[in-house]
Each structure stands twice: as structure tokens, then as C-alpha cells.
């Protein structure tokens, strides 16, 4: 579970900062009803635009999928032991696992736009 809490810890501070960076709130950590397993980054501006992660502490795996509007395949992180996580065959660290889940599945989405 540290690592789960590390992984969520990360994900919001890197929203809060990619907002600062973009002089406006264009994305926020939506509460979960279940802040042990689950972790939702959503648009401010179109509710579809999301991310939901999911932890299974059962199985170690750590699945990040996006919502309707964000046309890209989930992301599935198997934690390992010593603070690292596994995706396929690139081991990375748990910021590493932010870092991609937010530029595949957050930042691009948003640099295309939006008509609303």
C-alpha cells in the first residue's frame, strides 16, 4: 500500500503543478469514496476527459484508464518490491509511472483542445 500511497501523493502534486504551470485549474483530483484503491484526474472544463486508476492490493496492479474522451488504451503497473513499478517490460520508479501516466493519458489530451 506505500507504494499505492506514493503513486496518489505524486499524481495530485504533479496536477497541482502542471495547473500552476498552466496559470489556470485545468485539471483536479476528484475525492474517491475509496482513497485506498482508487484515484480519479479529471478535466475541469469536460467531465469526460478523465483518468481513473485503480489498485488491486491483491495482485500488485495498478491500472490507469481514461474516460470516453481520451482516446488511448489503459496503462497497467505491476508494483515490485523496492519501491519500483513494471509496465511491460520498462521498470520505472513510481514518479517515472506519473510522469507517463500523465503525458499519455492527461497532458496530450489537453494540448489537442476542446470546442465545448
Do not use: K, Y
Not at 4 to 26: I, K, Q, Y
Not at 45 to 61: K, L, M, P
Amino acid at each position: 500500500m506505500e507504494l499505492w500511497d506514493r503513486f496518489r501523493s505524486t499524481a495530485e502534486h504533479h496536477v497541482v503543478e502542471g495547473n500552476a504551470e498552466a496559470g489556470e485549474r485545468l485539471w483536479e483530483v476528484v475525492p474517491s469514496p475509496d482513497p485506498a484503491r482508487r484515484l480519479t484526474i479529471r478535466s475541469t472544463r469536460w467531465n469526460n476527459d478523465n483518468v481513473e486508476c485503480a489498485f488491486d492490493a491483491s495482485t500488485g496492479a495498478l491500472t490507469c484508464a481514461p474516460g470516453a474522451a481520451i482516446g488511448a488504451p489503459p496503462l497497467v503497473f505491476q508494483l515490485m518490491p523496492g519501491g519500483m513499478v513494471r509496465r511491460g517490460a520498462l521498470e520505472c520508479t513510481v514518479d517515472d509511472a506519473v510522469n507517463l501516466v500523465l503525458d499519455e493519458l492527461v497532458w496530450v489530451d489537453d494540448a489537442e483542445g476542446r470546442e465545448s
